[in-house]
T-cell receptor, first 110, second 117 residues
């Protein structure tokens, strides 16, 4: 069964304090791994797609990396506006369904 | 602006009542999806549709029904058979294709929060 586990469940950072979020997965053939950001009371907002091990994507203070078993979302010098829940999802080789992790709640204090 | 519109934002259901959640998209996407989000859990797939007049059950379809009469619209009905309907419901859409285009990301609406009266 395809599974996604995100850690930590919650993370508190001071503004400027860099850190990483983890997404571990087991899937029967990875077609793609997706990162989303979700603000309270809103729908998830797409950030990145990663397709194969070794791939990296960057957007402002965020950088996503992928290995054969996990993905990391690195946050460099975060600001309070980066506070949100970050969701990871995988798409298996067959079908178009996504399997989501429970998310990491990030709080950045100024 | 292209996007996905869900309505209403908040909905209350009485005992024994069916309620319908609306989802409309103007992204010209073929595929549409319904997810349920509960605190501390990942999004769980209820139903999805690849083309008009066709849809498939997801992982938690019991107590829900859908229709896809138009490409732009994918309403979800929460029936009285769903005994624990309180949740945040999210609609999404994406392109649907083969090969590399299977990797197209799903784009989400801003959800409907359903509660029991």
């Amino acid at each position: 069964e395809d599974q996604v586990t995100q850690s930590p469940e919650a993370l508190r950072l001071q503004e400027g304090e860099s850190s990483s979020l983890n997404c571990s997965y087991t899937v029967s053939g990875l077609r793609g791994l997706f990162w989303y950001r979700q603000d309270p009371g809103k729908g998830p907002e797409f950030l990145f797609t990663l397709y194969s091990a070794g791939e990296e994507k960057e957007k402002e203070r965020l950088k996503a990396t992928l290995t054969k078993k996990e993905s990391f979302l690195h946050i460099t010098a975060p600001k309070p506006e980066d506070s949100a829940t970050y969701l990871c999802a995988v798409q298996a080789r067959y079908g178009n369904k996504l399997v989501f992790g429970a998310g990491t709640i990030l709080r950045v204090k100024s | 602006d292209g996007g996905i519109t869900q309505s209403p934002k908040y909905l209350f259901r009485k005992e024994g009542q069916n309620v319908t959640l609306s989802c409309e998209q103007n992204l010209n996407h073929d595929a549409m999806y319904w997810y349920r989000q509960d605190p501390g859990q990942g999004l769980r797939l209820i139903y999805y549709s690849q083309i008009v007049n066709d849809f498939q059950k997801g992982d938690i379809a019991e107590g829900y029904s859908v229709s896809r009469e138009k490409k732009e619209s994918f309403p979800l009905t929460v029936t009285s058979a769903q005994k624990n309907p309180t949740a945040f419901y999210l609609c999404a859409s994406s392109s649907w294709g083969t090969g590399r285009s299977f990797n197209q990301p799903q784009h989400f609406g801003d959800g409907t929060r359903l509660s029991i009266l």
